[in-house]
Each structure stands twice: as C-alpha cells, then as structure tokens.
C-alpha cells in the first residue's frame, strides 16, 4: 500500500509540517526519498530473484515510468538495474 506523507501524518497524529519535520530528523532524509529508497530496495531483490524485466519491476513498484526507475536505481547503487543484475546474478529462493 502507498501511504502518502498526508495519512501518514494523520496516522500518527501530527501536523503535516510536524510530522515532516520529525521523519527528516529519525531519517535524515525526506518521506518520499525514503520511500523512494524502499522501493529500490524490493527491486533488487525481484532482479536477482525473478524474471521480471526492468520495466516489469518499475510497475510493479509503482514508479511512474522505467526511465524514472532507472535513474533512480543508478542513483542508489551506483549502476543500472540491468547491470546490477548481471553482477549479482539470478538466484534461486
């Protein structure tokens, strides 16, 4: 489920502005980085794990586009999903 900053600062009780403020300091980054940084996480595992193609995976994470999801896993782990891929090959569960 994705969960935008507003419900998560309802859930919580907080302000919008609070809650903003609270998540950077425990995370030293911001609510949609850090989700951003989340979905790249599952992503690695689909690619060592499954067959799913990158535009597959960037869907089924919910990026807006696989050119998005491309630049943002380079910029997360400092290569594309598709070498990536390639490094740490196809695993079995």
Known sequence: ERLDMHEASRRCGLSYYAFSRFFH???????????NLIRIRHTEELLIYSDMSVEEISR??????????????????????????????????
């Open 25 to 35: 300091e425990m995370t030293g980054m911001g609510y949609a980085e850090y989700g």
């Open 60 to 93: 089924a994470v919910g990026m807006s586009s696989a050119n998005y999801y491309t630049r943002l896993f380079k910029k997360v782990n400092g290569m594309s999903p598709t070498k990536y891929r390639s490094v740490y090959g196809k695993r079995q569960y």
